[in-house]
């Protein structure tokens, strides 16, 4: 994840919690300037009207942060036009996120019969193109001793932006694998939406990373998931396992499980048996794949459900990676678990939502069916608080109107396999709308949806990450509303 979580969660490790998401709502809006209001839109067809949307979005956001060789700002101000800071990969993601979302709408509004107002799917395969070639500024290649592999070299995405292509750093905590997890997503994403086969291989190396980091030290216990401890840390030089380092995997895992489902295509992965030598392993790809989404959405509920049904944010851990030999390798081992803490962010109750509908889908287990509306319904009543101006409102904190994102993304999954969780999709829609008719500001609208700007331009500053994220969400809705 970023910088900013990067250095808090070093400093509280150790007492197994993170900072809290911020309780107070949006800012309320002082600002005597009347808002700026777009042009006449041409349609009133809701899903038509998001694409178009979605698209003045991310138009403007691709202009407002992004430069030279793609270099993305981490914040941009509509009130002085100003863009500061360098993002790191996690919102540079959020932009290719965005992009899909998109390309997904035009796929959509075609099925439909239907015709977008503005651009055309081969413009924005163009841009998504441009943001892979800028991610490589963020890759870079180090080795790992991991559970079940020693000093094993691999090509991933740092934290940070390098100066030239393939030159981050990414060793010790410069590289984690939430980062990594959205990365793969958004690769999976668009191989499905251009049908290029680079995003799926690349998508697949990176899911051999992850899947490098779960935890197949032996427990003393069998464990709902397996014989194993389970879990996967943070990041390779972190001990703790956290809710998006886990749940974000599930959903891509059963993707690539689908795919694989009627081909003999195998794979070998690295476990460890009752004596603690590491063994490769060969299987089925779909079997393989299917299986490591299931484990982690066992060791996720397990571990981190709140008694409410809403997600906590991490299981704690001292924070000293432990090492062990074994016939005379040296390889990781666990770390005691010290609890699950944290604060309920939407996102990680999101990715379960997703998760739990996406194996409903592919395996038409029941007890899937009913975790995702059992899920709805506790995030639901957690998290949107109806507001007097008919609106709702979600808590803020930097990062939460994506976490919000990813949320919205977990209600349409459950939407797709019955649960009715229309009228929890349907908050971001309103939301969105109220903003874009009463706040819209250079194209862009403010971290506080529902708040609007401060009348000092200073505290308008939006987040890359945000910007991205509310493109995203219309060029989601264009779906949700043909449904």
């Avoid at 309103?430 to 949806?449: H, I, M, Q, S, V």
């Avoid at 994220?469 to 449904?483: I, K, P, R, T």
Wanted: proline share 3%.
């Amino acid at each position: 994840m970023k910088k900013e979580i990067l250095t808090m969660v070093s400093l509280v490790i150790a007492l197994s919690t993170t900072a809290s998401c911020g309780s107070n709502n949006d800012f309320q809006s002082d600002d005597p300037t009347p808002p700026v209001r777009p042009l006449p839109i041409g349609t009133n067809d809701v899903s038509v009207r998001n694409l178009t949307r979605a698209t003045t979005l991310f138009d403007a956001a691709m202009q407002h942060y992004i430069s030279g060789d793609m270099k993305m700002a981490d914040m941009y101000n509509p009130s002085t036009d100003k863009a500061s800071g360098e993002a790191d990969v996690w919102p540079y993601t959020a932009a290719i996120e965005a992009c899909n979302s998109i390309l997904e709408g035009y796929v959509a509004l075609s099925k439909a019969g239907k015709n977008a107002e503005q651009g055309s799917a081969s413009t924005y395969k163009t841009q998504l193109e441009k943001l892979y070639d800028g991610l490589e500024y963020y890759a870079g290649t180090f080795k790992l001793t991991s559970f079940t592999r020693n000093n094993h070299e691999w090509t991933v995405y740092g934290v940070h932006r390098g100066g030239m292509k393939g030159g981050a750093k990414v060793d010790g905590d410069q590289n984690v694998y939430d980062d990594q997890q959205w990365i793969i997503r958004e690769l999976l994403r668009s191989w499905k939406a251009t049908g290029d086969q680079k995003y799926l291989d690349k998508a697949e190396y990176l899911t051999a990373y992850v899947l490098d980091g779960w935890d197949w030290c032996l427990d003393s216990k069998q464990n709902t998931w397996g014989a194993e401890v389970g879990g996967i840390t943070w990041g390779p030089s972190y001990c703790t396992k956290h809710a998006c380092s886990n749940a974000p995997f599930i959903s891509p895992l059963v993707w690539l499980a689908e795919y694989y489902q009627d081909k003999a295509d195998k794979v070998t992965y690295r476990t460890i048996n009752g004596e603690g030598k590491r063994l490769d392993v060969t299987a089925n790809k779909s079997e393989y794949y299917l299986m490591m989404a299931k484990k982690i959405y066992e060791w996720q509920q397990y571990n981190l459900r709140a008694s409410d049904g809403v997600y906590l944010d991490m299981v704690g851990a001292n924070n000293n990676i432990r090492y062990d030999e074994f016939d005379g390798v040296q390889y990781r081992i666990s770390n005691p678990s010290t609890g699950a803490s944290g604060t309920k962010f939407t996102y990680n109750s999101g990715t379960m939502v997703s998760g739990g509908a996406d194996l409903y889908r592919i395996t038409k287990d029941a007890r899937y069916l009913n975790d995702t509306r059992q899920l709805y319904t506790a995030t639901f009543n957690y998290f949107p608080q109806k507001n007097s101006k008919g609106t709702w409102d979600y808590a803020y904190s930097n990062f939460s109107r994506w976490f919000d994102d990813v949320l919205m993304r977990g209600w349409m999954d459950a939407v797709k396999i019955g649960v009715d969780a229309k009228e929890g999709v349907g908050t971001f829609q309103t939301n969105l709308d109220y903003a874009w008719d009463n706040y819209l500001k250079n194209n862009a609208l403010p971290r506080g949806l529902t708040g609007g700007w401060s009348s000092n331009q200073a505290q308008n500053d939006v987040r890359a990450l945000v910007a991205f994220a509310y493109a995203s969400e219309y060029g989601m809705l264009v779906a949700s509303n043909l449904q």
